[in-house]
């Protein structure tokens, strides 16, 4: 199983990345899939999650309104689109998969070794 996360960087304030995750090893399409991120000296915190079927998304409140998570399973790849950045924004960000419908951290079977973006000027 690999999840290989990339699209992190450097970013001013107000910018936006686009963060994607190639999936293999599995059957992408069985899994909801996570975007979780951890933040310098934080714990991991949830960030977005979208359905199997992507026909469900839920949000963080922190990142409402200005982040959107989608997925292609035909390329077994899971995005999260990341506008208007904010310096707190800064952490590692990580994708996970879950067989299941739970968001919690504890239920997630798999995870990719994160990216990070930096918020900064």
């Known amino acids: 199983v690999q999840l290989q996360a990339s699209g992190g960087g450097l970013v001013q304030p107000g910018g936006s990345l686009r963060l994607s995750c190639a999936a293999s090893?599995?059957?992408?399409?069985?899994?909801?899939m996570s975007w979780v991120r951890q933040a310098p000296g934080k714990e991991r915190e949830f960030a977005a999650g979208?359905?199997?079927?992507?026909?469900?998304?839920l949000y963080a409140d922190s990142v409402k309104g200005r982040f959107t998570i989608s997925r292609d399973n035909a390329k077994n790849t899971v995005y999260l689109q990341m506008n208007s950045l904010k310096p707190e924004d800064t952490a590692v960000y990580y994708c996970?998969?879950?067989?299941?419908?739970?968001?919690?951290?504890?239920?997630?079977?798999?995870w990719g070794k994160g990216t990070l973006v930096t918020v900064s000027s």
């Open positions: 996970a998969a879950t067989y299941g419908s739970s968001w919690s951290l504890d239920g997630m079977n798999y």
């Open positions: 979208i359905s199997w079927s992507g026909g469900s998304t």
């Open positions: 090893g599995f059957t992408f399409d069985d899994y909801a």
